[in-house]
């Protein structure tokens, strides 16, 4: 079976070939697509899924976007982001990801990156972000390029396998709440 990469309204399997292959297309170049109506679906899947930051290739889609929750600006969407500095110092965050719904890993990453993207309407934005908004914004600039958090760049298999087998618990613990009522 092959899957298309299309976009569709809901979050995708983690094997998706979206989520395993750098994102190329130019949000921009696709004149088709309501990209102001295309966020508002994206941050609701985020909203559902209580997430803070939703990459493109997690709905199937190939454009080079994501939306984020920025601590002052609310909720935004990032096109064509471009990473043009990181910070030296590194810092670990445990981090989740809507494709992997209760796993999260430990993530060593720069503690803040000076960044430049456009909005939806075209405007350029270069900024510094830090804390949490820098966080987000590395770990979906991650998904364009198909690269995921689980992948061997950020974890060991020990601590993959660690993480999983706390899901599978989490997992367990859901099912028997919900069969005791
Ligand atoms: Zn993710």
């Given at each position: 079976m092959t899957e298309k990469m299309e976009w569709q309204a809901e979050l995708v399997e983690p094997r998706h070939p979206a989520l395993h292959t750098?994102?190329?297309?130019?949000?921009?170049?696709?004149?088709?697509?309501d990209w102001v109506e295309r966020e508002q679906a994206m941050f609701t899947i985020m909203h559902d899924n209580l997430g803070i930051g939703l990459a493109s290739p997690q709905c199937g889609d190939q454009h080079r976007m994501f939306v984020m929750s920025h601590s002052t600006k609310g909720d935004i969407g990032i096109y064509?982001?471009?990473?043009?500095a990181t910070s030296e110092s590194t810092c670990v965050i445990e981090e989740g990801c809507l494709t992997f719904p209760l796993l999260y890993l430990n993530i060593t990453r720069p503690e803040s990156v000076v960044v430049k993207y456009q909005s939806a309407d075209g405007t350029e934005t270069t900024e510094t972000l830090t804390e949490t908004d820098a966080r987000v914004f590395q770990h979906e600039f991650d998904h364009l390029k198909?690269?995921?958090?689980?992948?061997?760049t950020y974890s060991s298999d020990l601590k993959l396998q660690r993480a999983f087998a706390k899901r599978e618990k989490t997992f367990k613990k859901m099912m028997e709440m919900k069969v005791n009522g």
């Open positions: 750098a994102a190329t297309k130019d949000p921009f170049e696709s004149t088709d697509i064509n982001p471009k990473i043009l198909g690269l995921l958090f689980i992948d061997s």
